[in-house]
């Protein structure tokens, strides 16, 4: 395989449900979510082993979302609070074979429309050691993540992606994103949703076939939609 290779995701979710705990506040209504998210890695410059994809990662999960409402010092604002229940695997067998699933705890804040701030903590649901096929997989990817957007102005925003496995040994990543707006100018009332994408990820668990290898890579690219 090379190092150079074609990164391809889709992301998508519904809502399936709303309104389960705040049938009484009409304004604020709690919602439960359906996501599906698809990560593949193409080697799409390896000619002679006939450009085949290295590894497809696969992430289906269910959100809880509460819409909770609080002003923190700063001008900081609580916006919402939630649980969730996600799967990971990348579909195939041993020895490539990687797959767990955690349940997590979440919570987001905002300074006004520049500054958000997510953070997560989550746990890993236990297997049979027989089944595990990567049973120190949280020592590696994690345990907790914490996720900044910088929102520049209307073209252009950073954001920060921090991951630690809460234990003496410093295991874990950072992600360092770019998005620049393609197709509209400063203050369109709908700007446009294609953006140029830079990213740069070094640490842990890029992908889940080398979960426990450290990597460094740079992203060139285009996201197609937001939301």
């Not at 020592?139 to 520049?152: I, M």
């Not at 874990?172 to 009332?189: H, I, N, Q, V």
């Amino acid at each position: 395989y090379r190092t150079t290779e074609t990164r391809i995701q889709l992301s998508v979710r519904t809502k399936i449900a709303q309104g389960l705990l705040t049938s009484l506040s009409p304004d604020r209504r709690d919602s439960v979510w359906f996501a599906y998210s698809q990560q593949s890695y193409w080697q799409l410059f390896s000619g002679n082993i006939s450009r085949p994809f290295r590894n497809t990662d696969h992430e289906p999960e269910f959100i809880y979302v509460y819409p909770a409402d609080a002003q923190l010092p700063g001008g900081w604002r609580l916006r919402y609070a939630g649980t969730g229940l996600v799967h990971q695997s990348n579909g195939q067998s041993l020895p490539l074979s990687r797959s767990w699933n955690r349940v997590y705890l979440m919570a987001g804040i905002e300074q006004g429309s520049r500054f958000t701030l997510q953070g997560r903590v989550w746990q890993r649901l236990p297997e049979k050691t027989a089944d595990d096929d990567n049973p120190d997989i949280s020592d590696y990817v994690g345990r907790a993540e914490l996720a900044a957007n910088w929102n520049v102005n209307s073209l252009n925003t950073l954001g920060l992606t921090l991951r630690h496995s809460l234990r003496a040994s410093a295991h874990g990543s950072a992600k360092l994103e770019w998005f620049r707006t393609l197709g509209s100018r400063p203050g369109d009332t709908h700007p446009s949703q294609l953006r140029f994408h830079t990213q740069l990820f070094s640490g842990y668990g890029d992908s889940l076939v080398d979960y426990n290898r450290r990597r460094t890579v740079l992203s060139l690219g285009l996201s197609l939609a937001d939301f």
